[in-house]
């Protein structure tokens, strides 16, 4: 495939990406702002081979995708926020079994049915802490087209690597905004395969049992060997157990393949923050007014820089708080109530310099929102 040009929504440039990484299956259900993902798979994705269907809802969506990652498939689904909120027993299924799988939330206003054609961010917390019980998870977001195709790429990749469930925290404005995309060529971009077993047939398979790496190999379910698949605590085998100790020995292991691997998923992009005595930080549509400002302002003197976040779990804390160090304010740009905000203070030296500039109304936040709560933070002398 040679590298070309392409006018589309930021949805279908997620879709594009998720071909590129090598997506076999997808199962969705239409919602809206999402559902150009699903019409794009249904009439691409069985032109190179793979399958589309729809389900009755979100449950069955999750579920079937679910099902075809354990035979051995790359696999996604699409949804937003009411969907998102149907899928998290299913996510913590599969967090529980290890399953790779990539879930595309596009974030509309909520709560319930909300907003469902404006934006918002306000999904942050619930694709961290939606699902019950103690986990890790990885959810990564990106601002501009070619941005949203490389880090749907990463969620492949990460999935795959990991044995865990991604999220991808897109939005309404980057979702249905149309600009250019450069598909790159085949093999430009690096992809991950699913890691198959080594072991043969009639030996006794062990799947979860982790190789010295931390990877886990995979056998496709149905095929040479036959195995228990849980979302009880269970042991290598997969069977369920109730042991102390390999109960805790399988939380560790959920949380630590994320956390201990932070930096290895960490992905940024900063804009002047060298000298900046103002950072601000912010990621998805929001960052995109929050860089316009910084580009203005910077033109007439004023020293504004931008951290972009395109990891939001597991959180970069240690990047905020370098980045932030010799920063005399700190303002998190973004649209809920103040979700990244509060990572922020956790992460930074002095969390009382930390301000928020924010919109919760369906509008996107603008540069001069921003600019306007920057004129009062400096107004208080910070």
């Not at 996604?76 to 998290?88: W, Y």
């Amino acid at each position: 495939m040679s590298r070309h040009l392409k006018f589309v929504q930021g949805n279908v440039a997620c879709a594009e990406a998720a071909l590129y990484a090598g997506l076999e299956f997808f199962a969705g259900y239409p919602i809206t702002p999402s559902s150009e993902i699903a019409e794009f798979m249904a009439k691409r994705l069985p032109q190179s081979g793979g399958k589309f269907i729809q389900m009755e809802d979100e449950i069955a969506s999750i579920c079937a995708i679910i099902g075809a990652s354990l035979t051995g498939r790359k696999v996604m689904t699409a949804t937003s926020g009411p969907g998102f909120s149907l899928m998290q027993e299913a996510l913590g299924y599969a967090v529980m079994t290890e399953i790779p799988c990539v879930i595309v939330n596009v974030q509309r206003g909520g709560p319930s049915t909300g907003l469902p054609t404006h934006v918002s961010q306000g999904d942050v917390n619930q694709a961290r802490y939606g699902t019950h019980g103690e986990h890790a998870i990885v959810a990564l977001t990106a601002s501009t087209h070619q941005d949203i195709f490389a880090i749907t790429v990463d969620a492949f990749n990460f999935a795959e690597t990991y044995r865990t469930p991604v999220i991808l925290l897109l939005d309404e404005t980057t979702g249905h905004l149309r600009e250019r995309l450069d598909v790159p060529k085949k093999d430009e971009i690096a992809t991950v395969g699913r890691l198959k077993t080594s072991v043969q047939q009639g030996v006794d398979y062990h799947p979860y049992l982790p190789r010295e790496d931390g990877r886990l190999p995979m056998s496709d379910f149905g095929g040479a060997h036959r195995y228990n698949v849980t979302g009880l605590f269970h042991d290598m085998w997969g069977f369920p157990t109730e042991s102390p100790k390999i109960v805790y020995g399988l939380i560790r292991h959920l949380v630590d393949k994320i956390e201990h691997n932070a930096d290895q998923m960490t992905r940024w992009k900063e804009y002047y923050t060298d000298d900046a005595p103002t950072v601000l930080i912010s990621y998805g549509a929001a960052s995109r007014s929050a860089l316009h400002l910084v580009e203005n302002r910077r033109k007439r003197g004023e020293k504004l820089g931008l951290l972009e976040l395109q990891t939001l779990w597991p959180f970069p804390h240690a990047l905020v708080r370098e980045k932030c160090r010799h920063a005399r304010a700190v303002v998190v740009v973004e649209m809920n109530m103040g979700q990244v905000l509060q990572q922020v203070k956790l992460a930074v030296d002095q969390p009382e310099k930390v301000f928020l500039a924010n919109r919760i109304d369906g509008e996107l936040i603008t540069p001069t929102d921003i600019q306007n709560i920057i004129h009062v933070i400096q107004g208080k002398g910070v």
